[in-house]
């Protein structure tokens, strides 16, 4: 007697558009979780059991297009499948749905504090993360947790996060040469995570009060 498995009828990430096609009309949109996924690598150096998607589409119905968060975390996850990487992330295949999704506001408004958030809320993403650079009265962080199917505004900066394990807030700091308001990921006492480029400059500042040219190593 054959067995139906509904999921071989689906299709496979391999066969499904890796985004939505919508241009990004703010630079921060990229860099912004772009520096939380290089950050999550240099926090999370031994571990394979995550995935930080930035841009790319998440399949949770064979008949309707993806939802493209501007960055999600997930856990309990291949971080690698092979050397082409995902193409795009298909909920009955890595049977995990993301516990994080990411918002970056542009100027041209898209839904992100109604229609957005409605979505990830029904899908049953446990943080909702919104980031507004160009807010001034309110804050320009939000995060919100899923209580009871209804998202709820979590006050401070930064957020902890416990089923995470790491925290998220803003901070001025440098990454790519760029000086200003970024978003990082946090320790547990408060602390962030340091850039790449932070660390070099760190340890370079220490050579220098050992009386150690750095330029003299390279």
Same mark, same amino acid.
């Given at each position: 007697?054959?067995?139906?498995?509904?999921?071989?009828?689906?299709?496979?990430?391999? +066969?499904?558009?890796?985004?939505?096609?919508?241009?990004?009309?703010?630079? %921060?949109?990229?860099?912004?979780?772009?520096? &939380?996924?290089? %950050? &999550?690598?240099?926090?999370?150096?031994?571990?394979?059991?995550?995935?930080?998607? /930035?841009?790319?589409?998440? *399949?949770?119905?064979?008949?309707?297009?993806?939802?493209?968060?501007?960055?999600?975390?997930? &856990?309990?996850?291949?971080?690698?499948?092979?050397?082409?990487?995902?193409?795009? *992330? /298909?909920?009955?295949?890595? $049977?995990?749905?993301?516990?994080?999704?990411? +918002? !970056? !506001?542009?100027?041209?408004?898209?839904? +992100? #504090?109604?229609? $957005? $958030?409605?979505? #990830?809320?029904?899908?049953?993403?446990?943080? =909702? /993360? /919104? #980031?507004?650079?160009?807010?001034?009265?309110?804050?320009?962080?939000? !995060? #919100?947790?899923?209580?009871?199917? !209804? =998202?709820? &505004?979590?006050?401070?900066?930064?957020?902890?996060?416990?089923?995470?394990?790491?925290?998220?807030?803003?901070?001025?700091?440098?990454?790519?040469?760029?000086?200003?308001?970024?978003? =990082?990921?946090?320790?547990?006492?408060?602390?962030?995570?340091?850039?790449?480029?932070?660390?070099?400059? %760190?340890?370079?500042?220490?050579?220098?009060?050992?009386?150690?040219?750095?330029?003299?190593?390279?």
């Amino acid at each position: 007697m054959l067995k139906y498995d509904p999921l071989a009828c689906l299709p496979s990430s391999e +066969e499904l558009p890796d985004s939505d096609d919508t241009p990004v009309d703010n630079e %921060l949109q990229d860099l912004i979780p772009g520096l &939380l996924k290089a %950050l &999550l690598a240099m926090a999370w150096p031994e571990r394979m059991d995550w995935f930080f998607g /930035v841009d790319m589409g998440i *399949y949770y119905d064979p008949d309707l297009p993806p939802i493209v968060p501007d960055g999600f975390l997930s &856990l309990g996850v291949e971080r690698f499948y092979d050397e082409n990487l995902r193409p795009s *992330y /298909v909920l009955w295949e890595e $049977k995990k749905l993301p516990i994080l999704a990411l +918002e !970056v !506001v542009s100027k041209t408004y898209r839904g +992100e #504090y109604s229609t $957005k $958030k409605a979505e #990830y809320a029904r899908l049953g993403f446990l943080y =909702y /993360v /919104v #980031y507004n650079p160009f807010r001034r009265r309110k804050p320009r962080l939000e !995060v #919100y947790k899923l209580v009871n199917n !209804v =998202y709820e &505004l979590h006050d401070g900066n930064p957020v902890w996060l416990p089923e995470i394990g790491l925290g998220i807030g803003i901070e001025r700091g440098t990454y790519l040469g760029i000086t200003r308001e970024w978003l =990082y990921w946090y320790k547990a006492e408060g602390k962030r995570f340091l850039t790449s480029e932070e660390r070099a400059n %760190l340890l370079a500042e220490r050579l220098r009060s050992l009386g150690i040219d750095p330029d003299s190593l390279t």
